[in-house]
């Protein structure tokens, strides 16, 4: 077991934010900055075919500015290899991408899309970024990554920590656990690299940091929605302290 497990933070949300009002704030480059100075030791970002939260030119300026590796998700389309290819990223995870979803529900179906997937892993492959594909917790599913020529593979946790919040300690949850526990050991005995994500929170992600196959962990929407309330206060404060100081000094130069 690798000791130092990788966190990869996705900073999609912070673009979800920036997109409500459709200007520059909050920046999700500036959040990956931070988030590498808090010690991520990797940005994940989704660019989504109806680019609803990262925009092509956060994926311009993420390669660019950044310092630590850039993992690009990407549904496995002709229009997203091309800007993969372009940018070269250090790691390119293939999703399933529905347009009516509000995020991504569920593995790839790597058995059910081998034909359609050995196209985008050989060609993203070639350009030099680690590919993986983000499944189910299955063992065909690992096996089809393995006859792709995928050389990692990221789980899906989301069904684990739904089971998590009915019930933290329920059959199901329990279940869900195992379930990826089993997959990961397997995975690595078939020679893949492992990671994980989706859904994770505070409270789910240590028997899920503790599965010693995994090498990386990626976390998004609970990190920026918890970011909230970790920095409103700070937030609230100086802008209270900026409109009292403004007033402070325009009571002096009315006065004077
Ligand atoms: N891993 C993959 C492949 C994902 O698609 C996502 C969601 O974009 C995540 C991890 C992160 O999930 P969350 O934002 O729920 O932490």
Redesign the pocket.
């Known amino acids: 077991m690798n000791r130092h497990l990788r966190l990869g933070v996705?900073i999609?949300?912070v673009a979800t934010i920036r997109n409500a009002r459709g200007g520059l704030h909050p920046d999700p480059v500036r959040a990956a900055r931070m988030a590498a100075a808090a010690g991520a030791d990797g940005i994940?970002a989704?660019l989504r075919e109806d680019r609803r939260h990262i925009s092509d030119s956060d994926i311009e300026r993420l390669t660019a500015e950044l310092d630590i590796p850039l993992n690009l998700?990407m549904a496995a389309t002709d229009e997203m290899l091309e800007i993969a290819l372009r940018h070269r990223p250090h790691a390119a995870?293939l999703?399933p991408e529905r347009r009516e979803e509000r995020?991504?529900e569920g593995g790839l179906d790597a058995v059910g899309g081998h034909n359609h997937l050995q196209h985008y892993v050989i060609r993203l492959r070639e350009s030099g970024s680690r590919v993986s594909l983000?499944i189910e917790a299955d063992r065909p599913q690992l096996e089809a990554a393995v006859s792709l020529g995928a050389p990692v593979v990221?789980l899906?946790t989301?069904a684990y920590c739904e089971a998590f919040i009915e019930d933290p300690n329920g059959e199901r949850t329990k279940n869900c656990l195992r379930r990826l526990q089993e997959a990961a050991a397997e995975a690595e005995k078939l020679g893949l690299e492992v990671h994980a994500?989706?859904?994770?929170t505070f409270d789910t992600v240590g028997p899920v940091a503790a599965i010693p196959a995994l090498a990386e962990l990626?976390?998004?929407?609970?990190?920026v929605g918890e970011a909230i309330f970790g920095g409103l206060d700070s937030s609230i404060r100086r802008m209270r302290a900026l409109m009292d100081k403004a007033r402070a000094e325009a009571g002096g130069a009315r006065s004077a």
């Open positions: 996705n999609d949300h994940t989704h998700e995870c999703v995020t991504t983000f990221e899906h989301g994500g989706h859904g994770l990626n976390i998004g929407h609970f990190l």
